[in-house]
C-alpha cells in the first residue's frame, strides 16, 4: 500500500505541476496585473490560488461520479485526457502558452478587468481542461481511497507553490528571463508528454483489450 502511494505520489506531483505551470503563467499575470498595486496583486495570487486548488480538487474527488452519470467510460477519458495533455505538452514544448489554456483575445479581456483572479487566471490559467482531465485520470488509477490522498496532496503543494511564484512573479521574470522560462517550459512539456502517452496507452489497452 505505502509502495503504491510513494509510486503514485511520484507520478502525480510533476504531473499536476507541470500542467497547471504557474511559472509560463507568470508573464501573462505580470501583463493583466501592470496596473495594480502590490497588495492588490498579492490579494489576486492568493484568491487565483485558492480557487483554482478548489476547482482541481472538486473534480479529483467528484469528476468520476459526473462521468459516470454522463456514461462515459474510465477508459474513454483516459485516452481524451491523455490526449488532451499531449497537445499542452506540445505547445510546452514549442515555449507557446497552450490555447487549451486561454487565447490571444481572453488575455486582451483580461488586461481590462478589474478583478483576474478567478477569470482568466484561476480558470482557464491554472486549472483548464488539461489540468482537469490530469488530475481526474491520476484518481483513477488508485484501487483504494488511501492512494487518492497523493494526488490530493499534490494539488496542495501545486498550489501553494503556484501562490508563491505569482506573488513573486516579478521575481521570477527577472531570474529566469524569457529564456529562462522558455527552457523550463520545454522540459516540463517533454515530461507532460511521456505522462499522456502513458495515459493514452493504458486507456487504449483497457479499451481494446478483451472484455
Request: no cysteine; aromatic share 8%; glycine share 10%.
Amino acid at each position: 500500500m505505502l509502495e503504491d502511494i510513494g509510486q503514485i505520489f511520484l507520478v502525480a506531483l510533476p504531473a499536476v505541476f507541470f500542467v497547471v505551470d504557474p511559472i509560463g503563467v507568470v508573464p501573462i499575470f505580470l501583463a493583466i496585473t501592470a496596473r495594480d498595486s502590490p497588495k492588490k496583486v498579492r490579494s489576486m495570487a492568493l484568491r487565483a490560488s485558492i480557487a483554482g486548488g478548489g476547482i482541481l480538487f472538486f473534480f479529483a474527488l467528484f469528476g468520476g461520479v459526473v462521468f459516470k452519470v454522463l456514461g462515459v467510460s474510465l477508459s474513454a477519458f483516459r485516452v481524451a485526457g491523455g490526449i488532451l495533455l499531449l497537445m499542452t505538452a506540445l505547445d510546452m514544448l514549442r515555449a507557446k502558452t497552450s490555447a487549451t489554456k486561454t487565447t490571444a483575445e481572453e488575455e486582451k479581456e483580461g488586461e481590462a478587468k478589474e478583478d483576474v483572479s478567478l477569470v482568466p487566471l484561476a480558470i482557464p490559467l491554472l486549472s483548464g481542461p488539461g489540468s482537469i482531465a490530469t488530475v481526474m485520470v491520476l484518481m483513477s488509477h488508485g484501487r483504494h481511497v488511501v492512494t487518492a490522498i497523493p494526488v490530493l496532496v499534490s494539488i496542495v503543494l501545486t498550489f501553494v507553490a503556484s501562490y508563491f511564484i505569482l506573488n513573486g512573479a516579478t521575481w521570477v521574470q527577472r531570474a529566469l528571463k524569457a529564456s529562462g522560462v522558455a527552457i523550463l517550459q520545454r522540459v516540463m512539456g517533454l515530461v507532460l508528454a511521456a505522462i499522456a502517452v502513458q495515459f493514452i496507452a493504458e486507456g487504449g489497452k483497457d479499451l481494446l483489450g478483451p472484455r
